[in-house]
């Protein structure tokens, strides 16, 4: 089976490294896939998106990511975001609380919806 390093990396910390065989992320220019062999590619990640990683021993790992960037080569995916979460580390009775707020933090609104969509997609 063919797989390919990834790394899902958030500002401060790495939230995952290993080998895949499968990523999905959401980006400006819409939802990609890739899979070990891929066409080299610079993706931006949307605000308030999701990525899904399937591991080689056919794991799922689901994050919510706020921007950054999707970069793929033939062997290797990075994922560089701004900030980021893994699905089974949300609060989401918090984020639905963001949500109900009525707040105007457009940025604050953006992350609770992608932390609400990673917590659904995994």
């Known amino acids: 089976m063919a ?7 958030a500002v ?3 939230l995952w490294s290993g080998t895949a065989t499968l990523v999905s992320a959401q980006t400006t220019e819409g939802e990609i896939g890739i899979m070990p062999g891929h066409e080299p590619v610079l993706g931006q990640l949307i605000e ?4 899904s990683i399937t591991a080689v021993d056919g794991g ?3 994050a919510a990511v ?10 290797t995916v990075t994922i560089l975001a701004e900030s980021a979460d893994l699905a089974q580390e949300i609060d989401v009775e918090a984020a ?10 457009l940025e604050a609104i953006a992350i609770a919806k992608g932390q609400l969509r990673a917590v659904e997609r995994a």
Do not use: I, Y
Not at 3 to 9: A, C, F, K
Not at 48 to 51: D, L, R, Y
Not at 66 to 75: D, E, M, R, W
């Open 12 to 14: 401060e910390q790495r």
């Open 66 to 75: 706020h921007g950054g960037f999707l970069s793929v080569t033939a062997t």
């Open 96 to 105: 639905k609380a963001v949500l109900a707020s009525n707040s105007n933090d």
């Open 3 to 9: 797989e390919m390093t990834v790394e899902l990396v």
């Open 60 to 62: 799922r790992v689901v």
């Open 48 to 51: 308030g998106g999701t990525v």
